[in-house]
Nanobody, 125 residues
Framework: QVQLIESGGGLVQAGGSLRLSCVLS????????MAWFRQPPGKEREFVAS????????RYADSVKGRFTISRDNAKNTVYLQMNSLKAEDTAVYYC??????????????????WGQGTQVTVSS
């Protein structure tokens, strides 16, 4: 049974940084495309970033380019999201997601079969 467990969320002031982690268990992590999505209060879930299986390719939402960095450590079964220069509008529940079926690094939530429980990030202005 595949499980994804996020950690690292919290309360931070605008301009600050946080690093989210997500550990996958129950399957071979290196075969999964991984991504981060978020759901701001009162809004729909949106794509944040994705990374290919071998970490050679990444994709970012325009709203986070230059501020967020997705990375992975296949030896530790972990994907990370380094978030710098945080803004109030980054406040959301952040979810990691895994795709074991496709070769790309899609921004579509439909591609991702497995999801974590979410971790709250709150940025105070």
């Amino acid at each position: 049974q595949v499980q994804l467990i996020e950690s690292g969320g919290g309360l931070v002031q605008a301009g600050g940084s946080l690093r989210l982690s997500c550990v996958l268990s129950g399957s071979t992590f290196s075969t999964f495309v991984m991504a981060w999505f978020r759901q701001p209060p009162g809004k729909e879930r949106e794509f944040v970033a994705s990374i290919s299986r071998g970490a050679s390719n990444t994709r970012y939402a325009d709203s986070v380019k230059g501020r967020f960095t997705i990375s992975r450590d296949n030896a530790k079964n972990t994907v990370y999201l380094q978030m710098n220069s945080l803004k109030a509008e980054d406040t959301a529940v952040y979810y990691c997601a895994g795709d074991p079926r496709n070769n790309g690094y899609s921004a579509s939530s439909n591609n991702y079969d497995y999801w974590g429980q979410g971790t709250q990030v709150t940025v105070s202005s």
